[in-house]
């Protein structure tokens, strides 16, 4: 039997609550996205710290066409 190469896709989507005071939305927003971004900037932290349950997993296979 030929073996055949698949394209699989995987989205995790990881969902939490976070308080925060601000003076506006949009700055308790930036200052949120700025935390986080420096976070996982770091190469040894873990993004499973930041949130109490597991990642919602959602993936697609697709064929891989081989033009030869």
């Known amino acids: 039997m030929k073996r055949k190469n698949y394209k699989v896709r995987v989205k995790?989507?990881?969902?939490t609550a976070m308080d925060h005071s601000q003076t506006s939305m949009k700055?308790?927003?930036?200052?949120?996205?700025r935390v986080l971004t420096n976070y996982?900037?770091?190469?040894?932290?873990?993004?499973?710290?930041?949130?109490?349950?597991p990642p919602h997993i959602i993936y697609k296979v697709e064929k891989i066409d081989e033009e030869l």
Not at 12 to 15: M, S, V
Not at 27 to 33: G, I, L
């Open 12 to 15: 995790l989507i990881f969902e």
């Open 27 to 33: 700055k308790a927003q930036e200052d949120v996205d």
């Open 40 to 53: 996982l900037k770091g190469k040894k932290m873990n993004i499973l710290n930041l949130f109490n349950e």
